[in-house]
Every structure is written in structure tokens, then in C-alpha cells.
């Protein structure tokens, strides 16, 4: 068909829409309802696997994939038609060939052999599924045996038995179209008898089945019939005509055809508009996205941040010029800056995804961590349409799915327990994604019996945390954080192995959020996390020292003040305190820290900002506060290394680069230097 | 390869490598011109100091929106005099998917030389361990030190890339 064409090129599409296919069929089959399927589910689901074996044939060199999803795809077709009923076992037979063929698509992506074991594997149960359903077929006889051709249902006009052999070559081509107008009909049945030689015909009111012996293949016998109708009604596979049609395809086929024809006309089109939404939907959404690469988004986005500092320069240029006298260009600056504000904020909508790319894997996740401990467990998510941006999603969906799994294992009970406590059998958990002022919050509940805090107590004083009988619910459920903390009773394969949670804290402090915790004993927990809504922004107080000038990340800053003689404290030797309101925070002086020079040395005249990190508060020292604003992130480590206390950089209105401060590191930095004395501060205020 | 340079090394001058040209104080240097990417003024308000770091480090700057260490290379080779006048320039480097900037006293030339003019480089004490040479260059009377500066930007020395087991 394409010889001579580079298909390879092509390859990478191939395989994106192909996991992105494999994606919706998993998605689509944890919702379908075993006893009443949906027909639009149904279809959808074949859709996807017809999609992949079209796709696959068509480069020929992906040949498990192709034939894996043959036969998943005959079988989806005979349960889309009602041939065969819907269990649970098939959907988890499905799901399972799903992740292998996502596998493979893996495999071939990184031009490795797909794993030739769980090909057989998954192919036999698959042909054992055909066999079966076949044989329970064959048992019930066909009812187009006794009904003539003409008159038969839609339905019954699909043929019995699917192929049990991939790609059998000596079986004739079965081309089955529905929902086909009747003037249709004649002109696919010409063209048809053009392309081999037609063995057979059932024709319902909408539907038409054609048996054919072609040397053409099954691509080309689809792209005929798309001349007339649309792709997505007609389907092509490799099958033996009915019984009773083998018997006439003795006859020459002159015979039946007239007959068909003469009963076309006389049927009168049901649901010729039928298909018209089916096709809307699916071109929509076909020409409604573009697959562009990461890295020119990333590009563009550089570009724009660029063109938003260019603006800013000329908008600090301009402001000495006389607004008489330069009206005009004053006019055209104003524009260009809303322009670029616009401009940025479009582009930054472009790397935004919503949520949903993380919460639908968790239905599946759900599903087997629920039949596999035994629980019941019922899964709703808010928000999915919550947009985050790209990068950040790609990190959250780890630790979700700890915190996920965690909930799962041991936060909601076996429904015994629940029972025993007056509580719904049915386990409830819930993922929610909201905005929230520049940050998103994402929230894992469930209904679960909470955490237990003598256990907790218990541990905690055994590892030699210091906490005792007194120490508040909040402190105690942060040593959840710990790094080997861990209260499950037994470790399973699930969660319980003690580390994580600490490794969830710290992927989300990495990602400049932070996790929260609150429990009730016998009525769930609730884990959340607050996320700044992108990485390439971030909202920045601007601070003075000396000459030089640094960016605190907003988030991080609670008040700034004055400090004044009698709030100071001096603890040792060039080391101060800082009494505000009861509590001793330790202060940091900026300049010390980054050696700067001609810092304001005086404290009382220098101001203090008082930021949070982890659980611990401080001051730092700054000469002033220039003020707030958005910052674009730049990288230091593309061409340079980290600096210790530095995260990033960013670049001002004035061309000139500033250094935004990693709060974190500044802590732990100043922690290690003064680790003594603070423990000794530790204790006061404790007793206080 | 070897015949092909051999017989060409008489008559053309094709064979030869363009290097950059720039001075350290009397001595003249020389490097590969590909992996130089532009020349600029030295503009020390636009340096951003960063703290903690060798002082041959000036800091970063901002290279159209790429954020860009600047390496004086005065003062990582004891030069006795670092003085930031209108002939001090910063020569971009791009270095293996990275951008180095090094302030040095002045570039003068862009010179061809051919194999024929390229001498080994001696064991002499100067700022540059022989490691990071790739020869003497001779152009009339004057004297080029060449450099592989890919080979000494990215060495530990420099302390401008990330190393496997940094502090």
C-alpha cells in the first residue's frame, strides 16, 4: 500500500495516539456496566481496538501488537453486537490485555521485542474467551438459518462465529456496515462485487453484511466502503459465512442479490440521522487538538518571557520621558504591555493540564487494591477539569498514588469493621483538585477509621521521637512525614513499608508545595496538598541587601516587621533571636549568610521577614523590602551548578539577574551552622 | 585521512583551523573559533554576584533570557592586574549544550593556522596546566598559547559544572 514511503517517520504519532487510545479503553471499561452495557461504551471500546490493529497493520512491523489486539478486537465486536454477554471476568481479562498492549506499544516505542510470553499468554486466554463463546454459539443455532436474509434485525444480521485464529488468510473477508441508508447499500454492494467475489448477503433495514473473496486486503475492502459511508460504520474481518450461507454461496450470487435489492427500497431508512452526531463528535475532537512537542512550548514560553522583560525595560526607560510630548509611543508602550501580559498568560495555558490526567488512573488503582484486600471501595473525584502545569502533574501522580494506596490500606476497613461500627460497608474515598489563589489544592479523603494515635504515640516514642502524652494531634501526625516512620500493623504489598511519606513530603516540597494532614478517629483522613499552580512562575516579595537584590518566594513569607531592641535576644556570640508574640524564632541575617557587602549591620534597623518552611518558622535579616512580583523561573543548572540557599534565578525589569532564595536549603544551611544553640532555644519555648 | 592531510599540507590552506585570538595580560591566546559563540562588551552592573564561589566567578548574567556564568580568567590565572576598562570583553562560550562566559583583557584576531604552524606544547609553568593545551602557534613573530578551552571549562578546576562527586 505505501511502499516506498518512510513509514518510520510516523512511528512516534503512532504510538502516542496509541497509548492515548489504550488510555481511553481502560477508562471507558471501568465504567461500563457488566449487566447493562452501555452500546456507545461498547463501541467506543472496539473503536479504540480497531484504531490500534488499523494502525499497527498498517507499518506491518508491530506484529504482537496488531494481533493481540485482533483478537481482543473480535471479541469486543461480538459483545458490542450482543452475541455474547458481558462478565466482570471478561472486563478483567480485557483490562489486562490492555496493559499488555500498552507494554508493547512500550517495547516498540524503545524498538525492543515485545515480551513474547505475555503475548501467548494473553493471546490464549483471549482464543480461549473466542472458543468458549463460540462454542455457546453454536448451541444456540443461528437464527439467521431460518429467517431469510432480507427481513433479518440488524442484530441478528452479525455473523455467529468469530475467527479463532488470528489472521486466518483462508477464511473470506466478512465487511459488515450499519446504520447505512438503503441507495448506500446498492453502491456498496457494486462496488463489492468489483473487488471479489461476493459469496454472501444479509441486509437489514440499516445494516448490511457481506461475505466476500478478495484478493484485496481487509484495509483496502474499508477504504472502499469509506468512499460511501463513514469508517466507523464499517468493520472488516476475516470470517466463514453462516452455515446456511455456504450452502447457497453454491449458487451463483445473481440469485441473491436481485432479492436484496428489490428489499432495499421497499425498507423504509429508520435512523438515517443516526450516524450524523456519532461522526460529528469524533471529527471534533480529531481536528480540535494539535500534538506539538514539549520543548517548543518550552521555547515559547522562554520567547515570551523574554518579550514580557524586553517591556518591562521599556516601560522603565519611557517612564522619564514627557507624557505631552511622546503621547503616542507613552500609548503604544501601555498596549504593549497589556499585549504581552495576554500574551504570557495564554502561552502559559498551554502547558496546563487538567487534573483528570492524574485522577482517571485511579479508578483502575482503586478497583484492584480494593478486590485484592477485600474492601469495598467507592471512588469519587471533584474537579478534574483543574488545570496544573504540565511538569507539576507529571510529578504529583506518584505521590497521590502513595497517598492513594495508603488510604486504600489503611485508612478505610475491611467491611466487616465498617459494619461493626454503624458505618456504610462501602468504603468512600475522594480525590478533589481546586484553585486557590495562585495554588491548587488537591485533597485525598476517605472515610476510613482515622489515624491511630496511641499507635502513632506509641511508635513515635519507641523510634525516640520527642513527643509525650501532651503533644498535640498536628505535631504527632507530622511524624507521619518521618523518614522510616510507619504505623501499618503488617506490611503488605500494597503500602506499610515505612518509607514513602517522607518521600511524598519531600517530592512535594520539591515541587514548592507542601502537605497537610488532619484525622479524626473513626471518621477518616484527610491528606492535602497545596501546589503552586506552575513552576515557571512564581510569585516573589523582592528584598534588598546592600546592592544587591534576592527574591523570597511568596509562599514562604508570613510577615515582615521592624525588629526593635527589646524583642532581640542574644543567645551567643553574634547569634539573636527574635521575640514576636511568644514565640523565639531564630534569626538569619541574609548578608552573613550570602557574604554580602555594606549590609546594614544594625539589626533594629534592618527588617525581618518571617518565613515558614517544613514545620519550623525563622527570621531573616534584610536591609529592605523592594516589593511584590511575579518572576519568571530561570534554571542555573543548564549552564551553571546549584548554589547552596539559591533555588533559581530570575530576571528583573532591568535586565539584571536576581537569585530567588531557596528557603529549605537557607534552614537547613543555618540549622547545621547553629545547630546547638537551637536546640537549646527548642527546650525554652517548650516550657514555656 | 592521514595521507589526505599529508598531501595537501604543502600547497593548500585549507586544512588549517580558525582560532580566536585574545589577551591575558602580554600573552596571547588562542581558541577554537566554533566554540565560540559571540563577544561582548563587559558590563559589570549586569553581573550578579553570587555568593560562596571562587572569586574567578564574577556571577551570572542575564544573556537573552539565558542565565550565563561569568569566569574571569585574570584572576583564575593570578594575573597582576584585573582592571575593567572599555577593552575588558566577554567572550560567550557554547560548550557541549552549555554557555560559558570569560572575561579576558581583549580579543585581537581571528587567525588561520596551519597544522605546519603548531608546535607542542612545552612543560612550562604558566597559569595553564599543560593538560588543557593543545600546542604553541606561531604567526610571524607572535606567540599563540592554544587552549582546549572545552577541556579546562568543564575541568573540576573550574568549578563551573556539576561534578559526580561535588562537596
Given at each position: 500500500m505505501s511502499a516506498g514511503v518512510d513509514l518510520s517517520q510516523f512511528y512516534e504519532t503512532f504510538f502516542d495516539e496509541a497509548d492515548e487510545l489504550l488510555a481511553d479503553m481502560e477508562q471507558t471499561l471501568l465504567a461500563v456496566d457488566v449487566d447493562r452495557p452501555d452500546p456507545d461504551q461498547l463501541n467506543a471500546i472496539f473503536r479504540a481496538a480497531h484504531s490500534i490493529k488499523g494502525g499497527a497493520g498498517t507499518f506491518g512491523c508491530f506484529g504482537?501488537?496488531?494481533?493481540t489486539t485482533h483478537l481482543l478486537e473480535n471479541l469486543l465486536d461480538s459483545v458490542r453486537k450482543g452475541e455474547m454477554g458481558l462478565r466482570k471476568d471478561m472486563i478483567d481479562l480485557f483490562l489486562e490485555t490492555k496493559d499488555v498492549l500498552t507494554e508493547q506499544v512500550a517495547a516498540y516505542r524503545n524498538s525492543r521485542e515485545p515480551d513474547q510470553q505475555a503475548y501467548e499468554r494473553i493471546c490464549s486466554q483471549l482464543r480461549e474467551l473466542a472458543l468458549e463463546q463460540g462454542a455457546a454459539a453454536a448451541v444456540q443455532p443461528?437464527?439467521?438459518a431460518s429467517s431469510a436474509p432480507a427481513v433479518l434485525a440488524p442484530a441478528a444480521a452479525a455473523p455467529a462465529v468469530s475467527a479463532s485464529a488470528p489472521l486466518d488468510a483462508g477464511l473470506p473477508f466478512h465487511v459488515s456496515l450499519s446504520r447505512i441508508k438503503p441507495q448506500d447499500a446498492q453502491a456498496l454492494l457494486t462496488e463489492m462485487g468489483l473487488l471479489g467475489e461476493v459469496l454472501h448477503q444479509q441486509q437489514g433495514p440499516d445494516a448490511l453484511s457481506v461475505w466476500l473473496r478478495s484478493t484485496a486486503t481487509a484495509d483496502d475492502l474499508e477504504a472502499v466502503c469509506c468512499f460511501i459511508v463513514n469508517a466507523d460504520q464499517v468493520s472488516v474481518t476475516r470470517e466463514a459465512p453462516p452455515a446456511e450461507a455456504v450452502a447457497t454461496s453454491a449458487q451463483p450470487p445473481a440469485a441473491s442479490e436481485p432479492a436484496a435489492t428489490e428489499a432495499a427500497p421497499s425498507t423504509p431508512p429508520p435512523q438515517a440521522e443516526k450516524p450524523a452526531p456519532a461522526g460529528k463528535a469524533a471529527s471534533t475532537k480529531e481536528s480540535g487538538t494539535i500534538r506539538v512537542g514539549v520543548e517548543k512550548v518550552d521555547q515559547i514560553i522562554n520567547l515570551v518571557?523574554?518579550?514580557?522583560?524586553?517591556?518591562?525595560?521599556l516601560v522603565q526607560t519611557s517612564s522619564t520621558l514627557d507624557p505631552v510630548l511622546h503621547d503616542r509611543l507613552l500609548n503604544g508602550i501601555e498596549q504593549l504591555e497589556r499585549n504581552a501580559r495576554d500574551l504570557q498568560e495564554a502561552v502559559m495555558s498551554i502547558r496546563m493540564m487538567p487534573m483528570d490526567y492524574v485522577f482517571s488512573r485511579f479508578p483502575r488503582v482503586v478497583r484492584e487494591s480494593a478486590s485484592k484486600l477485600g474492601k469495598q471501595i467507592r471512588l469519587t473525584t471533584h474537579g478534574q477539569a483543574t488545570e496544573l502545569d504540565k511538569s507539576l502533574i507529571e510529578r504529583i501522580i506518584d505521590p497521590l498514588t502513595h497517598l492513594v494506596r495508603n488510604s486504600l490500606d489503611h485508612g478505610i476497613e475491611s467491611p466487616q469493621t465498617r459494619i461493626a461500627a454503624g458505618k456504610d460497608p462501602e468504603g468512600h474515598l475522594v480525590l478533589s483538585a481546586?484553585?486557590?489563589?495562585?495554588?491548587?489544592?488537591i485533597e485525598v479523603t476517605d472515610d476510613g477509621g482515622g489515624l491511630n494515635r496511641e499507635r502513632i504515640l506509641k511508635k513515635a516514642i519507641q523510634q525516640g521521637f520527642p513527643v509525650n502524652e501532651n503533644t498535640p494531634d498536628d505535631e504527632l501526625w507530622q511524624l507521619i512525614f518521618a523518614p522510616g516512620f510507619s504505623t501499618a500493623e503488617k506490611v503488605t504489598d500494597i503500602s506499610g513499608r515505612g518509607v514513602g511519606m517522607d518521600v511524598v513530603r519531600r517530592n512535594i516540597q520539591s515541587m514548592g508545595g507542601h502537605i497537610q494532614l488532619s484525622s479524626r478517629a473513626g471518621q477518616g483522613t484527610t491528606t492535602r496538598i497545596v501546589l503552586p499552580l506552575t513552576l515557571a512562575i512564581l510569585d516573589g516579595m523582592s528584598v534588598q541587601v546592600g546592592q544587591e537584590v534576592f527574591i523570597l518566594p511568596l509562599t514562604h513569607v508570613t510577615e515582615s516587621m521592624q525588629p526593635t531592641a527589646d524583642q532581640l535576644h542574644s543567645i551567643s556570640e553574634g547569634e539573636h533571636v527574635l521575640h514576636v508574640r511568644g514565640e523565639y524564632l531564630p534569626l538569619v541575617a541574609l548578608h552573613n549568610v550570602f557574604d554580602v557587602k555594606d549590609a546594614q549591620t544594625d539589626i533594629t534597623r534592618a527588617i525581618a521577614v518571617i518565613l515558614q518552611a517544613e514545620e519550623s518558622r525563622f527570621a531573616l535579616l534584610v536591609d529592605h523590602l523592594v516589593g511584590q512580583q511575579q518572576v519568571v523561573v530561570k534554571n542555573l543548572e543548564s549552564n551553571y551548578k546549584k548554589i547552596p540557599g539559591i533555588s533559581a534565578a530570575t530576571i528583573l525589569g532591568d535586565g539584571s539577574v536576581a537569585l530567588i532564595v531557596d528557603v529549605f536549603a537557607l534552614l537547613r544551611m543555618t540549622r547545621t551552622r547553629n545547630a546547638a544553640?537551637?536546640?537549646v532555644i527548642g527546650e525554652t519555648s517548650n516550657v514555656e | 585521512m592521514l595521507n589526505k592531510a599529508d598531501a595537501n599540507q604543502g600547497q593548500v590552506d585549507d586544512t588549517g583551523k580558525?582560532?580566536?585570538?585574545?589577551?591575558?595580560?602580554?600573552?596571547?591566546?588562542?581558541i577554537d573559533i566554533l566554540k565560540v559563540q559571540e563577544i561582548r562588551g563587559y558590563d559589570s552592573q549586569s553581573v550578579t554576584r553570587i555568593a560562596n564561589v571562587p572569586s574567578f566567578i564574577k556571577g551570572v548574567t542575564n544573556l537573552r533570557g539565558i542565565i550565563v556564568p561569568i569566569v574571569d580568567m585574570r584572576i583564575k590565572f593570578n594575573l597582576d592586574s584585573v582592571e575593567y576598562n572599555h577593552q575588558t570583553v566577554v567572550v560567550i562560550l557554547n560548550l557541549a549544550s552549555r554557555v560559558v562566559g570569560v572575561v579576558v583583557d581583549g580579543v585581537s584576531d581571528v587567525l588561520m593556522l596551519q597544522p605546519s604552524q603548531i608546535s607542542a606544547a612545552p612543560q612550562f609553568g604558566t597559569a595553564f596546566s599543560t593538560e588543557y593545551l593543545t600546542g604553541i602557534g606561531t604567526v610571524g613573530e607572535r606567540m599563540l598559547i592554544l587552549v582546549d578551552i572545552e577541556k579546562l571549562m568543564t575541568s573540576s578546576e573550574m568549578a563551573l559544572v556539576e561534578q559526580a562527586v561535588a562537596a
Open positions: 504482537h501488537l496488531a494481533d443461528a437464527p439467521a518571557g523574554e518579550l514580557v522583560i524586553t517591556q518591562a525595560m481546586q484553585h486557590s489563589g495562585g495554588q491548587i489544592i544553640t537551637l536546640t | 580558525e582560532f580566536l585570538v585574545f589577551t591575558l595580560g602580554e600573552q596571547e591566546y588562542g
